[in-house]
T-cell receptor, first 115, second 111 residues
Framework: ETGVTQTPRHLVMGMTNKKSLKCEQH?????MYWYKQSAKKPLELMFV???????ENNSVPSRFSPECPNSSHLFLHLHTLQPEDSALYLC??????????????FGPGTRLTVL | DQQVKQNSPSLSVQEGRISILNCDYT??????FLWYKKYPAEGPTFLIS?????DKNEDGRFTVFLNKSAKHLSLHIVPSQPGDSAVYFC??????????FGAGTRLTVKP
């Protein structure tokens, strides 16, 4: 049990579908993150939430829409995705976002395939 | 732009020997560096970190070295064990939310 769970673990969707990824952390952390891991590429930071407020949006296309209803839950709503969006989507949490408390704990990821 | 680079996609080492994983960065504002380890079907797990005020941090079999002038850090694992076989990610941050990761190096430790 890593303390950060993600559902579903695998998702296949068509380009016209709407789906959501869910992340939940049981660590009492205040910051949550979405990352995209494409094959042989660095982890790409997508969004950061700190105390439920979005603090980073790294030029992510609007077809990805995050939602953070509370510090323990983070969603990534997906709509009209493209095949190149197929990747592993990782959620992470940290106690805070300063350099001394931003060590991140990751979930297992959702393997997304867009057909 | 790729501010954190791990130029070796893979590394194979014999059990008991030293594993050295390398990482280079370009952003001189980075002041905190971390190594994460990732097994298949799991998310990355934090391994060890170092701040820019140090040049070495040791934790058991794992030691991270930082060379700020060369913008280079390395992770040494000694002795290497088969259970160390995983993908290792180098990460760096500039004291803000934005942590940048390298592409990872797959370490294989052979028995």
């Amino acid at each position: 049990e890593t303390g950060v769970t993600q559902t579903p673990r695998h998702l296949v969707m068509g380009m016209t579908n709407k789906k959501s990824l869910k992340c939940e952390q049981h660590l009492g952390h205040n910051a949550m993150y979405w990352y995209k891991q494409s094959a042989k590429k660095p982890l790409e930071l997508m969004f950061v939430y700190n105390f439920k407020e979005q603090t980073e949006n790294n030029s992510v296309p609007s077809r990805f829409s995050p939602e953070c209803p509370n510090s323990s839950h983070l969603f990534l709503h997906l709509h009209t995705l493209q095949p190149e969006d197929s990747a592993l989507y990782l959620c992470a949490s940290s106690l805070g976002t300063s350099v001394w408390n931003n060590e991140q704990f990751f979930g297992p990821g959702t393997r997304l395939t867009v057909l | 732009d790729q501010q954190v680079k791990q130029n070796s996609p893979s590394l194979s080492v014999q059990e008991g020997r030293i594993s050295i994983l390398n990482c280079d960065y370009t952003n001189s504002m980075f002041d905190y560096f971390l190594w994460y380890k990732k097994y298949p079907a799991e998310g990355p797990t934090f391994l060890i970190s170092i701040s820019s005020i140090k040049d070495k941090n040791e934790d058991g079999r794992f030691t991270v070295f930082l060379n700020k002038s060369a913008k280079h850090l390395s992770l040494h694992i000694v002795p290497s064990q088969p259970g160390d076989s995983a993908v290792y990610f180098c990460a760096a941050s500039a004291g803000n939310n934005d942590m940048r990761f390298g592409a990872g190096t797959r370490l294989t430790v052979k028995p």
